[in-house]
């Protein structure tokens, strides 16, 4: 037998006698009390080892300590929140769980009705079995049996509602670039972006379409990299907890954005204090949490710091620097109230300075992104949940740009801000079969522009903008608006089939003066013991907030709320079996009465100035129509292999003079799929791919027009013909296509834990595997004899990038 000084302490003692005949058991009791097991090793010898920690015991409610059966009791990571093990309460309330590895942990309890209970839970070293009871509080507001909103997708939490469901495992191993959730994203299905952008296109709707929150404040500008297509969210994703994306048929609670909402919710910081260190080629993140005592308050701080020089190589800039902050204190000043104060900070800085025998480059760009709000909770009884926000947010732009070449110049001065002032409350109600719901809301905006730009082409092409390609403008204006927001809604259960969610909202703006009424249903089916109907249906508006005038297009016109109407038709069925399978079918249209006009570039992909290119048009649709089918479905094949794989079939169209024209971000046809297998030992990888038909493109040619004749005079009595002029022709608004889209990601994680509780992580991205050299616009070039000579813009081959994360 071999053992080790360090495992078998002189303090051990055998105060129980071993009972057993057999001396193999009689061994395996005597360690049993101390911590200790034996493991066979070579020759016939026996090693003495600690043993693994399980733990056991038994879940009760608060109210009469009844025992809870049916509770999912979970072994999470504390620093990452990844699923250890995890099993189910009997019928007495009893569960076990385990091997508990070393380090910090968090044993969790979940049961719909109740609100989820944590525990820290610390291994070091020799442990013994444990035995924890945990209570679970009834929530005054349940977690319903049956969702009832279609089209939801929730990120970095198990759901058991929607089949479009990924924990904070599946997040994490996705292949995203920046480590950004956001660029996740488009693997979902009814989700486009480009391969720059971060900012998602939701089912073919325009980016300020989306609302954004976190942790119940609207982000009104959530993005880094501005001048590059907003590359990079401002939203750390160690800090999330939760994501829910709806992409359509949102209740009356969600309002003045009218195509879908990204709501993300920060954790909620327990137990001991830890310290991350995270480094990959985009960013530098120190990010740290823990407890306040028993009381259940806790601190959250996350800084990052914008990798420049990637950023110059991958987005092809000229260094742009960026950065963020984020706070978050929770407080508990009684048992039936909770106050939490946040604060959100990003910056970002882009300097250029070129001069030489082409021309002369300089930029100064300033951004930064202010919000700091408080939420109070209050329960009022055992089913009454009151809810208040208070908010403040700043946002300020400087843009100030200078360049010239030999076919343009431009010179540019754009100096605008926008303060929001806002309160908040919502209210909630238990019902017997269900739940009442409301609130209002109330927002005063105050912006300012101060617009000097001034440009001149000589490129053809820039005789398709609606200036001809020569302009000079200037606008300064204050501007004060407000904006009251009323909600009302009811979820009830309607027999053990039918579920419904009927609402009314009530929207003010005073900038335009209107008064807005917005009714909404949803009902949910139960069509069987693992299928589940949706529908949905409902008005929505979305006003034209004053900092949203293209300015720098010469659009200062405030433009009526536009006027959109959902409807939403989905099933939801599990398969019984040992792959999971769980699909998800859904079809929608979503039709808007009175969209506003709107300024786009027609070839090129993005652009530091997009207003400033000569490619510039105006797009005034007197409807837009958006219609699709969406299927999802998810298993797995054995214990280390699960996926899943989308396809979507949609249409997202403008009619323009009474004819439908395609919108430059319509995919007919999308699919994607991911794999992810479990190597063991803490190691994955991950495999997602990607397919949508090519994106709209407008055809044109040229045509030499031939100089006019001049008037002859005294001076020149000599009849003079002018010079040739190259006049560019448009073809049918995007009525060609650029090649198809596809590639392959890969992320490989592998992770480390330290007995003392230190955790390393090591992951290595590959974007783009197979070297696709996907064309996301067209570069043209208009020659003095009319001919058009159009070279791809394309993103580039194989991307690697590292990264890791330390945590203390």
Same mark, same amino acid.
């Given at each position: 037998m !071999?053992?080790?000084?360090? %495992? ?14 057999? =001396? +193999?058991?009689?061994?395996?009791e ?11 090793? @070579?020759?016939?010898?026996? %090693? ?18 009844l ?12 620093g ?23 380090? /910090? ?34 929530? /005054? ?26 924990? *904070? ?5 996705l292949?995203h ?13 009814g ?8 900012? @998602?296109?939701?089912r073919?709707?325009r ?6 929150l ?22 750390? @994703? ?18 003045d954005?009218?195509?879908? !909402?990204l ?11 830890h310290?991350?260190?995270?480094? #990959? ?26 990798s ?11 260094? =742009?620097?960026?950065?963020d902050?984020?706070?978050k ?21 882009l ?30 009884? =055992?089913?009454?949940?009151v ?14 740009a200078t360049e ?8 540019l ?10 309160? +908040? ?13 409301g ?7 105050? #912006? ?6 001034k440009i001149?082409f ?8 609606p200036?001809?390609?020569h ?16 909600h009302?809604?009811?979820?009830a ?29 949803? %009902? ?33 016109e ?7 109407? *959902? ?13 999971r399978l769980h ?6 249209? +979503? ?22 290119? @000569? ?16 299927i ?15 396809y979507?079939n ?6 323009i ?29 991950d ?10 493109i ?13 008037e ?13 002029? !190259? ?12 090649? =198809?889209?596809h ?12 007995p ?7 992951y290595l ?5 197979y ?9 043209i ?6 001919? !058009? +000579? ?6 580039t ?7 890791f994360?330390?945590e203390?």
């Amino acid at each position: 037998m !071999v053992f080790s000084s360090r %495992v078998v302490t002189p303090d051990l003692v055998v105060e129980v006698a071993a009972t057993s005949e057999d =001396p +193999r058991r009689r061994l395996d009791e005597l360690l049993a009390p101390h911590g200790l097991t034996v493991r066979e090793g @070579p020759g016939g010898s026996l %090693v003495v080892v600690p043993a693994a920690v399980r733990l056991r015991g038994a879940v009760r409610s608060r109210r009469g300590l009844l025992p809870l059966a049916g509770v999912d009791v979970r072994l999470l990571r504390a620093g990452d929140r990844l699923v250890e093990s995890e099993t189910t309460s009997d019928a007495d309330g009893r569960f076990e769980i385990g091997p508990v590895p070393p380090g /910090p942990m968090l044993l969790e309890a979940r049961r719909p009705g109740f609100v989820v209970e944590q525990r820290e839970i610390l291994v070091r070293g020799r442990n013994r079995d444990r035995e924890i009871d945990l209570v679970l509080t009834e929530a /005054p507001v349940p977690e319903d049996q049956i969702d009832v909103t279609p089209s939801r997708v929730s990120l970095l939490q198990d759901s058991a509602a929607p089949a479009v469901a990924l924990d *904070h495992d599946d997040v994490l191993g996705l292949p995203h670039l920046g480590d950004d959730i956001f660029r996740a994203l488009p693997l979902i299905p009814g989700v486009t972006a480009t391969d720059v952008s971060a900012q @998602p296109r939701i089912r073919g709707a325009r980016r300020d379409e989306t609302q954004v929150l976190l942790d119940g404040q609207e982000l009104f500008e959530a993005y880094h990299l501005v001048d590059f297509d907003n590359a990079l969210s401002i939203v750390a @994703p160690a800090t999330l907890d939760r994501v829910d994306l709806t992409l359509g048929g949102f209740p009356a609670s969600f309002g003045d954005r009218a195509g879908a !909402v990204l709501d993300m919710g920060t954790r909620s910081p327990s137990g001991p204090a830890h310290l991350r260190l995270g480094v #990959s080629l985009l960013t530098l993140q120190l990010d740290g949490f823990g407890g306040l005592g028993a009381d259940g308050g806790g601190w959250l701080v996350s800084l990052r710091r914008g990798s420049t020089d990637l950023a110059e190589k991958i987005l092809k800039t000229d260094q =742009p620097v960026y950065w963020d902050g984020f706070a978050k204190l929770a407080l508990v000043p009684s048992p039936r109230q909770a106050l939490r104060l946040h604060g959100l900070y990003a910056a970002d800085r882009l300097e250029v300075v070129e001069i030489g025998r082409d021309g002369v480059k300089r930029y100064n760009n300033d951004y930064d992104r202010q919000y700091a709000w408080a939420a109070h909770q209050l329960t009022l009884g =055992p089913r009454t949940l009151v809810e208040t926000i208070l908010s403040s947010s700043t946002v300020d732009q400087d843009r100030r740009a200078t360049e010239i070449e030999d076919n343009f110049s431009f010179e540019l001065r754009d100096r605008s801000d926008f303060d929001v002032l806002g309160v +908040r409350q919502t209210w909630s109600h238990q019902l017997a079969d269900g739940e009442l719901e409301g609130g209002a809301e109330l927002r005063r905006f105050q #912006s300012g522009f101060d617009y000097r730009g001034k440009i001149d082409f000589e490129d053809p092409l820039a005789a398709i903008r609606p200036d001809g390609g020569h302009a000079d403008r200037a606008f300064r204006q204050r501007t004060t608006s407000e904006h009251l927001g009323l909600h009302a809604g009811l979820r009830a259960t309607v027999g053990p089939v039918v579920t419904l969610q009927p609402g009314l909202r009530f929207d003010r703006y005073t900038l335009t003066d209107e008064a807005l009424l917005s009714p909404r249903l949803g %009902v949910a089916l139960r069509l069987g013991e693992a299928t589940i109907g949706r529908l949905a249906w409902g008005r929505y508006y979305q006003s034209q907030r004053p900092y949203e005038r293209q300015v720098g297009d010469g659009a200062t016109e405030i433009f009526p709320a536009e006027r959109s109407e *959902h409807r939403v038709l989905g099933v939801e069925h599990r398969f019984r079996g040992p792959a999971r399978l769980h699909l998800r079918v859904e079809a929608y249209e +979503r039709r808007t009465g009175n969209p506003r006009p709107r300024y786009e570039n027609l070839f090129e992909g993005f652009n530091t100035f997009p207003e400033l290119e @000569p490619d510039r048009v105006l797009i005034e649709p007197e409807e837009s129509l958006a219609r699709g089918v969406e299927i999802f479905l998810r298993g797995r094949a054995g214990r280390r292999v699960d996926g899943w794989v989308s396809y979507a079939n949609a249409t997202t169209r403008d009619r323009i003079a009474g004819r439908w024209v395609p919108r430059q971000v319509e995919e007919r046809e999308a699919l994607s799929a991911n794999l992810r297998f479990d190597l063991g030992a803490r190691t994955s990888l991950d495999l997602a791919w990607r397919y949508h038909t090519g994106w709209p493109i407008t055809p044109l040619t040229a045509e030499v027009l031939p100089g006019s004749a001049g008037e002859p005079s005294e001076d020149d009595p000599k009849l003079e013909v002018g010079e040739a002029e !190259v006049v560019p022709v448009l073809g049918p608004l995007n009525s060609l296509r650029l090649p =198809p889209y596809h590639r392959l990601d890969l992320r490989f994680r592998r992770s480390w834990v330290r007995p003392s509780g230190k955790r390393w992580e090591v992951y290595l991205d590959v974007q783009n595997l197979y070297g696709r050299r996907n064309v996301d616009g067209l570069d043209i070039q208009i020659e003095d004899d009319g001919t !058009v +000579r159009s070279q791809r813009e394309e993103t580039t081959g194989v991307f690697p990038s590292i990264g890791f994360r330390w945590e203390l």
